[in-house]
């Protein structure tokens, strides 16, 4: 890209910018989320639940809230560590142990809540790409729907790829008929950081893809999911460094609210990530298009 197209590039991100209100939408997707995260989860509980166990529901579940969470690691006032995976675990005990209750409510809960969630994800990808489009509101509500089932099949196959890893052993493979052994130490802290960006690239293709009722092309919905993957995964980093230093303060200030106020801000982050992905991707295609 030349230097007066890459001036163009981002005097176009800058007037989307301004065009599209990222606080109030970000705040809306933020919102939406909080909401449907329990019924959400539940869904997820009965679907992995069913094809695995619920043992390996719960503990996949505690794996993806852990890998879409910053690290935060931190002692509390009373001396106890605090970490990301023991927060998750935390906060899925009680749906695991009500699934025989929640179980059915979740899932008539979910069918009414995903609607929100979905069209306020719509929404910021039909203003941002400026989509005319409006399709039948059933058509539209079943096109919701197509995007949770596709969601969940992208938490299922990653759940059951990880399965299928842990049934062989990796860091040795044996050369048949002979004595040569290979050893591989490296397999599985390479996987450790090759699946979860996989796993948010696919969420975040879904999202483009079908959030937008397929108005996004594949090309472009993988770009976009490429863009949101890159700055989540900095994002990511950046305030866990952040709150190596910082937790401790938060925790004297907020006391047992701390973790609440961390995930709220870290959401309210991911939507406005959402947000300037699909800005950036936008100014590429109007500038691809005036090329």
């Not at 993806?64 to 906060?91: C, F, K, W």
């Amino acid at each position: 890209m030349s230097k007066n197209g890459l001036c163009a590039y981002w005097s176009r991100v800058i007037e989307l910018v301004k065009q599209v209100d990222v606080i109030f939408n970000a705040s809306a997707v933020t919102f939406n989320l909080f909401i449907c995260a329990i019924p959400f989860t539940l869904i997820l509980i009965s679907i992995i639940g069913y094809v695995l166990s619920i043992d390996a529901a719960y503990t996949e579940l505690v794996r993806y809230g852990t890998e879409l969470l910053p690290d935060i690691t931190y002692e509390q006032t009373n001396s106890i560590t605090v970490e990301s995976e023991r927060i998750v675990q935390a906060l899925l005990a009680p749906l695991i142990q009500g699934r025989n209750v929640l179980g059915i409510t979740g899932i008539i809960i979910m069918l009414f809540f995903t609607q929100s969630l979905f069209h306020s994800l719509k929404l910021v990808l039909f203003n941002v790409f400026e989509i005319q489009k409006r399709s039948h509101p059933l058509k539209s509500i079943l096109a919701n729907f197509l995007g949770l089932g596709l969601l969940g099949t992208v938490f299922l196959f990653f759940s059951l790829l990880a399965s299928f890893i842990s049934l062989f052993e990796l860091r040795t493979i044996a050369v048949p008929l002979t004595e040569i052994v290979i050893e591989l130490p490296w397999v599985y802290e390479v996987l450790d950081i090759l699946l979860p960006l996989l796993f948010t690239y696919m969420l975040a293709f879904v999202i483009f893809r079908f959030m937008s009722e397929q108005e996004i092309s594949i090309p472009d919905a993988f770009q976009g999911a490429a863009l949101f993957t890159v700055l989540f995964e900095s994002a990511k980093l950046l305030l866990s460094l952040y709150l190596s230093y910082a937790m401790s303060r938060y925790e004297f200030i907020y006391q047992g609210y701390t973790f609440i106020i961390v995930l709220a801000l870290w959401v309210f982050y991911l939507s406005i990530l959402f947000i300037f992905s699909a800005i950036l991707l936008r100014a590429k295609i109007d500038q691809q298009k005036n090329s």
